[in-house]
């Protein structure tokens, strides 16, 4: 008869995991251009600083929008926060460079915005604001 592993091994191997794939991601640095890591997108849903449950790290999440999806993005650097904010309310689009990609905890794509990550204006790009995403 089979049992059941405990949670706290369940956890750790999640853990483990993780942070496997926070390595990996770290050592792979075979970027072709800087131009390909760009994203041109409109942000969305800004919210206010929280503090993680787990420590006093405070951060807080938005909405990208670019021109074929909409992806959830992490700051770590609350000091980003006041630009985020404007940023979403001016509705204009801005170019992402210098950011992070992990997996999200269901699988999809999450960008991690760093103290480095910074935001351009744009003229304008191929796709328009999309309402919807800042309503939600």
């Known amino acids: 008869m089979l049992k059941k592993l405990p949670n706290t091994i369940e956890t750790n191997f999640r ?10 991601f770290q050592l792979d ?7 390909s890591d760009d994203i ?11 503090k993680a449950s787990s420590s006093e790290r ?19 650097s609350p000091e980003k926060h006041p630009e985020l904010k404007t940023l979403e309310k001016v509705k204009s689009p801005v170019k992402v460079q210098n950011y992070r ?4 905890l ?9 103290k480095n990550t910074t935001f351009t204006a744009l003229d304008s790009v191929n796709f328009g604001h999309n309402e919807l995403l800042t309503a939600s």
């Open 15 to 24: 853990l483990i995991h993780l942070t496997i794939l926070n390595l990996s």
């Open 29 to 35: 640095t075979t970027a072709t251009s800087a131009t």
């Open 40 to 50: 041109n997108c409109y942000v969305h849903a800004v919210s206010p600083v929280k």
């Open 58 to 76: 405070k951060y807080f999440n938005c909405m990208l929008q670019t021109e074929k999806a909409s992806c959830r993005a992490v700051c770590f």
């Open 101 to 104: 990609c992990m997996p999200g």
């Open 106 to 114: 269901h699988g999809e794509e999450e960008i991690i915005i760093q």
